[in-house]
């Protein structure tokens, strides 16, 4: 199994550009989620999912949108570019059940606002 | 609020030194989850141990355990003998159920393993 995927895995995009990070899943997972690292600062979740359909905000959304048209799919939209966006992004996903499952991670995306 | 701290920015020893990575957390869910994960300096992050919060026995795997005390919040994570393929960085993170599963991670301690 793949696992989660991402794409692409580099991106340079100039101030006000647009772009989508694209995210799939194989596991049959229900949960998604996006993150982002800065250096020094952790992981901080954007959006996460819980099922085709809907879509939540996390700890840091501004500047960013979602959506969830199937289980497997996940895209992260970054509308108006900003410097403040350069991160590296994370795409994860898990199993639902009686508990908190781990989260599987992809590969990640590096992206540079200039 | 979540929150979890790993005071320890950055830690270096020598090979076969063992290391302790300190995890503090702070909620007031009575029921949650406790995670460690490792990202190497290849930048994926792997998966390393989840526990519950009922469930206070220290683990062991391999060359890896970890201490879980409810009484001083605390999670941590001790290599024994450590080998320079443990350099990385480690995460704890916490996770409340009821919201997705959501995660909240600590900021991470690099460790360097010295040959």
């Known amino acids: 199994n793949a696992g989660v995927t991402q794409t692409p895995k580099f991106r340079i995009l100039k101030i006000g550009q647009s772009m989508t990070l694209q995210c799939t899943q194989d596991?049959?997972?229900?949960?998604m989620y996006w993150y982002r690292q800065d250096p020094g600062m952790g992981l901080k979740l954007i959006y996460y999912s819980v099922g085709a359909g809907i879509t939540d905000k996390g700890e840091v959304p501004n500047g960013y949108n979602v959506s969830r048209s199937t289980t497997e799919d996940f895209p992260l939209r970054l509308e108006l570019a900003a410097p403040s966006q350069t991160s590296v992004y994370f795409c994860a996903s898990s199993a639902q059940g009686p508990g908190s499952y781990e989260q599987y991670f992809g590969p990640g995306t590096r992206l540079t606002v200039t | 609020a979540q929150k979890v701290t790993q005071a320890q920015t950055e830690i270096s020893v020598v090979e076969k030194e063992d290391v302790t990575l300190d995890c503090v957390y702070e909620?007031?869910?009575?029921?949650?989850?406790l995670f460690w994960y490792k990202q190497p300096p290849s930048g994926e992050l792997v998966f390393l141990i989840r526990?519950?919060?009922?469930?206070?026995q220290n683990e062991i795997s391999g060359r890896y355990s970890w201490n879980f005390q409810k009484s001083t919040s605390s999670f941590n994570f001790t290599i024994t003998a450590s080998q320079v393929v443990d350099s990385a960085v480690y995460f704890c993170?916490?996770?409340?159920?009821?919201?997705?599963?959501?995660?909240?991670f600590g900021t991470g301690t690099s460790l360097t393993v010295i040959p």
């Open positions: 526990r519950n919060s009922f469930d206070e």
């Open positions: 993170a916490l996770s409340r159920i009821n919201t997705g599963n959501q995660f909240y």
């Open positions: 596991m049959n997972h229900n949960y």
């Open positions: 909620t007031r869910d009575t029921t949650y989850y």
